[in-house]
């Protein structure tokens, strides 16, 4: 299993930004899904964005298409989620997550299905956006 472990939470305006990092350890990426995932009290888990990294692609859930954007630092082990026009609605946890080895259709389907089966999570961060 991989080690993960976010950072870069904390509290903005309405309309600011954050960018979170999650440092990972894992044998190999090869065909590995890294994603975020967040969570409201008494709501289920959202899966957000996540990024196949064998092709590099990335898919995001509607909620944060075109506002969030997930990347990678294969050299630092590190992967990010830039938050972009925030709103108090972004309010939750934050977790970072990894599954391998994965089909990219599995990595994508993490952003439209509520079930968030990732074998290794970080420990969360909180976001809370103020009006």
């Known amino acids: 299993q991989a080690r993960l472990m976010e950072s870069g939470g904390g509290s903005v305006q309405a309309g600011g930004s954050l960018t979170l990092s999650c440092a990972y350890s894992m044998s190999s990426t090869a065909s590995a899904c890294l994603g975020w995932i967040r969570q409201v009290p008494g709501k289920e888990r959202e899966g957000i964005a996540t990024i196949y990294v064998k092709r590099g692609t990335t898919y995001y859930a509607d909620s944060v298409k075109g506002r969030f954007t997930i990347s990678q630092d294969n050299d630092k082990n590190t992967f990010y989620l830039q938050m972009n026009s925030l709103t108090p609605e972004d309010t939750a946890m934050y977790y970072c997550?990894?599954?391998?080895?994965?089909?990219?259709?599995?990595?994508?389907?993490?952003?439209?299905?509520?079930?968030?089966?990732?074998?290794?999570w970080g420990q969360g961060t909180q976001v809370t956006v103020s009006s």
């Open positions: 997550a990894s599954n391998q080895p994965v089909t990219a259709d599995w990595c994508e389907e993490r952003t439209i299905s509520a079930r968030q089966w990732w074998p290794s």
